[in-house]
């Protein structure tokens, strides 16, 4: 008995070893050497070994009584260990003699000795004849082998771990210090500190004394087996009375406290590894449903107004023209900014858990049909095509109706001139008042005749003029055309008429002109100038009435130069005026002088120096009236030429800044010398002062606004436009958020994997050697340079090319034909860590699941949250397999799904 007692007098570690402590072991050391001959001890183990024996063998339906003698056939003992290996030993041989039974034990000792155990001293005939202290030493063999040999803490033995994991589960418990496997337990207090520690709910340890060691080791054996499962081994009373306890009954009792919480801490990782899993997967599902939720809001968006900004049907009036810019504006100050954002958000969260699956080992996100961030891309770019193309229609739409109706009115005016003049033109060319005339009658109707017709000929360049503008009011279209062309054929068929009346008429007076002899010239002069004078003061009145329309200071200041030359002329015009009327006094004088009846009426001409004096006094008039309109418009073209000069100012400085944040953030974005936190800084730096720039661009559009509502279409001062302003804006503020969404997924991958600051910087000085144009991507062969010099070795043979191709996959999985920088961050990242496996998460739902093939929904909710427990139970499918059981569910499946897509 005493050769099979191994007594412990060295310290397990001598780390947990204090003074204390060392003063507790010589202690022990003389409690040792007076037990090694104490009966009690025997008693200790018969009970314990016998308890520990029947906790495995009752598996089997069995139970043994008598330790010393129920072993002796060999029979119990293989069924004992056939249990605990869980493997089939030989068959035993049949009969009850002596020789039977000492085969059957031999076979128990050799399976025993095939597990590496060396049996000292102990031989089947011993057994056989019911030596107890053979029995008791080979039953602790076993005990060693199978219960004991097994436990690892810290690469120590067997004995050293369990007694280590004794002191750490014990230490913070007031009265217990572990220093054996016998005195250390006396107490009970160090068997309720081990269930405390693993099940505080079973025990009050604060109740608990030391001066009761009987109370406590009740407690302790009591608590074990009804809710642990864990027989009496040990007799309290025994352990109270006896000096020192038996160390290898307590041993054996220990470990199967070891055994029964080290399964369940087991099932505690495993349930907390899959709970991790399930979480990673719940969020990433979240961030899925709302990268299509806004994905599908932003594409429905832009599909409603897209038909919008395509449709070019207007009411062909200015009015309608600028109420739908006035739409125009309202849309892009007011619904489009918060779609900017919403895409940038989109884009952000799809980059974000890209990142996120790449880190837990998940399949790339692949967004629904129609729904891919090129999709969306595609779609802004329509959009963007489509807002550009009709803002220049509806300014073009402006200046084609402007210009409409400015002829319009062109039209209306000179017509109104024609038909005034026009009237009673035919009724003159059909009269036959030279019927009763005499010869200087009729010379005069001739001379009056050949004055109509040098003014009606003077009048042939206003018809053409009229014909002209009307033809370009249909080749605009014009709304009301058909008014203007029926005016215009009625003119020109008018015009065709007095040219053929004319003809007729010149006719006929040259035929009575040969049959008269004699004619009066008494005022040709006064016809000849009156008739000048008339048609200048006509083309005058005309000309100072005349509309204009004009877009620059130099149109204007050319009719403000034109009129001054106009204004010049005066004088000598009134001259000839003064010349004229003088001829008139001369004729009444001398018809008064010689008493000649009807000589003061002129014959030869329908004009009158009351007629030329009124229009001359009417041209007089105009002229001021002239001169006003035209400085009121120098005036506007100067407000328009200050407006010009104002944006141009504003975006001459606003457009080179934007240019300049754009390079900042592309060099921010490309610095591989500073740290990324330092780079992230610097990114919403520059995306804060672009916010606090945001007040310059909308004094740009308010300016911008008074540009257009005064007309102005072009300016020579900037090559900047405000639409080119706002593209280069919303691609700043893209610039900035991507660039800012790029470093804080690199810092994220950076802390998850555990990749230091020389590692990062490495895998970026590589990128930016081989990007020689820093334009952020690579090209396949750059690449493959990239990874080489890396130590990422591709072969130049058809198995090189596949494998390069399958990494190609991985960092172009839209097929671009670039590695772009994130992605290419994110592989090298990955070739250096782990993360959570398809198999590890399998492994650890057989856990779970007792090792059984299927895992049931109670097993679930015991060991997972309530909430991802329901979610597993949703998302298994049936265990089909042969030893299903009902609610049997496939924990295989699911976790291979967990990792084989990323829709599930």
């Known amino acids: 008995m005493n050769n099979s007692i191994n007594v412990i007098t060295n310290s397990v570690s001598k780390m947990y070893v204090n003074e204390d402590d060392a003063e507790y072991m010589e202690q022990e050391e003389e409690w040792v050497k007076d037990g090694l001959l104490d009966p009690a001890w025997e008693q200790q183990q018969r009970k314990t070994f016998t308890a520990w024996c029947n906790s495995h063998l009752r598996k089997a339906n069995i139970q043994i009584k008598n330790i010393e003698t129920d072993f002796r056939n060999g029979l119990m003992l293989m069924m004992l260990l056939e249990v605990i290996s869980g493997e089939t030993l030989p068959k035993p041989d049949k009969g009850d003699l002596r020789f039977h039974r000492i085969a059957n034990v031999n076979k128990a000792l050799d399976f025993i000795a095939s597990k590496g155990v060396r049996l000292v001293s102990i031989g089947a005939e011993e057994i056989v004849d019911g030596n107890i202290k053979m029995t008791l030493g080979m039953i602790w063999t076993i005990i060693l082998r199978f219960a004991i040999q097994d436990i690892s803490v810290e690469e120590m033995t067997a004995k050293e771990g369990l007694l280590l994991w004794c002191k750490r589960k014990t230490a913070p418990y007031r009265n217990v210090n572990v220093q054996n496997f016998h005195l250390s337990f006396k107490d009970g207090l160090a068997f309720c500190a081990l269930i405390h520690r693993h099940r505080p709910d079973l025990i009050d340890y604060d109740k608990l004394s030391k001066d009761n060691p009987l109370e406590n080791l009740n407690t302790a054996f009591d608590v074990a087996e009804k809710y642990l499962d864990i027989p009496r081994m040990l007799d309290p009373e025994v352990m109270c009375s006896t000096g020192m306890p038996d160390e290898n009954s307590v041993m054996t009792y220990v470990s199967s406290y070891y055994h029964t919480f080290a399964g369940k801490m087991k099932a505690e990782t495993a349930a907390n590894r899959i709970c991790k899993v399930l979480k990673v997967n719940q969020e990433n599902e979240k961030l899925m449903e709302e990268y299509e939720r806004l994905a599908s809001d932003l594409l429905d968006w832009i599909r409603r107004i897209t038909p919008w900004l395509e449709n070019r049907t207007v009411e062909n009036s200015l009015p309608s023209v600028q109420k739908k810019l006035e739409e125009y504006r309202t849309y892009r100050r007011q619904h489009k900014p918060p779609r900017v954002e919403e895409k940038a958000k989109l884009e952000t969260n799809f980059n974000t858990l890209q990142t996120r699956l790449r880190l837990s080992n998940r399949p790339a996100y692949v967004p629904t049909e129609g729904k891919m961030v090129s999709d969306i891309a595609n779609a802004w770019k329509l959009l963007e095509l489509a807002e550009r193309g009709f803002e220049e229609w509806l300014l073009s739409e402006m200046m084609r109706l402007e210009r409409l109706d400015h002829l319009a009115q062109k039209f209306k005016h000179k017509c109104d001139i024609h038909e005034e003049w026009t009237r009673g033109k035919e009724d003159m060319l059909l009269s036959q008042d030279f019927r ?67 003809t007729e008429r010149r006719n006929v007076l040259d035929d009575t002109e040969r049959l008269l002899e004699k004619i009066d010239n008494l005022h040709l002069e006064f016809v000849k100038n009156a008739s000048l004078f008339n048609t200048w003061l006509d083309g005058a009145r005309e000309d100072l009435l005349d509309m204009f329309i004009v877009h620059t200071m130099e149109e204007i200041q050319s009719l403000i130069s034109s009129h001054e030359k106009f204004k010049q002329t005066l004088g000598e015009a009134d001259k000839d005026y003064k010349a004229i009327i003088a001829l008139v006094h001369e004729v009444e004088s001398i018809a008064q002088k010689h008493h000649i009846p009807g000589a003061v009426e002129n014959i030869y001409t329908t004009i009158t120096a009351t007629e030329l004096t009124n229009k001359w006094n009417a041209v007089r008039q105009m002229v001021p009236k002239r001169d006003q309109i035209l400085q009121q418009e120098l005036m506007r073209q100067q407000n328009n030429e200050r407006l010009r000069r104002l944006f141009a100012d504003k975006a001459n400085v ?12 592309t060099a921010t974005s490309m610095a591989v010398q500073r740290k990324m936190e330092d780079q992230l800084a610097k990114l919403k730096n520059i995306e804060q002062q672009v916010i606090i720039y945001r007040p310059h661009l909308d004094e740009l559009e308010r300016v911008h606004q008074e540009i257009q509502e005064a007309m102005i279409f072009e300016n020579r001062y900037t090559h900047y436009t405000m639409e080119t302003l706002r593209v280069g804006w919303e691609q700043l503020l893209t610039s900035v958020n991507r660039s800012i969404n790029e470093v804080e997924n690199q810092i994220l991958t950076q802390n998850t994997r555990n990749i230091s600051d020389e590692q990062t910087k490495d895998i970026r000085n590589s990128f930016k050697h081989f990007d020689k144009n820093n334009v952020g991507r690579l090209t396949p062969e750059e690449f493959k340079s990239c990874l080489v010099s890396l130590g990422i070795s591709i072969s130049k043979d058809r198995q090189g090319d596949l494998e390069f191709k399958r990494i190609m996959s991985i960092v172009d999985p839209n097929n671009t034909g670039y590695v772009h920088q994130d992605s290419f961050y994110q592989f090298m990242t990955q070739q250096s860590t782990d993360s959570d496996t398809a198999e590890q998460v399998i492994e650890s739902f057989r856990i779970l699941a007792a090792n059984k093939e299927y895992i049931t929904a109670n097993e679930l909710r015991r060991e997972l949250p309530p909430d991802q427990a329901e979610y597993c139970i949703q998302r298994m499918a049936p265990y089909m397999g042969p030893d299903a059981v009902q609610g049997a569910l496939d924990y295989k499946s699911f976790s291979t799904a967990l990792y084989g897509e990323s829709d599930l």
């Open 654 to 665: 606003v457009g080179p800044w934007l240019e300049s944040q754009m390079d900042q953030v």
């Open 436 to 502: 009763n005339c005499n010869l200087c009658e009729v010379k005069a109707l001739k001379k009056k005749h050949q004055a109509f017709e040098s003014d009606l000929f003077a009048h042939q360049d206003r018809v053409e003029q009229i014909a002209a503008i009307a033809k370009e009011l249909n080749d605009l279209e014009y709304h009301d055309v058909q008014t203007i062309n029926i005016r215009c054929r009625s003119i020109c068929d008018q015009w065709d008429r007095l040219g053929s009346l004319t």
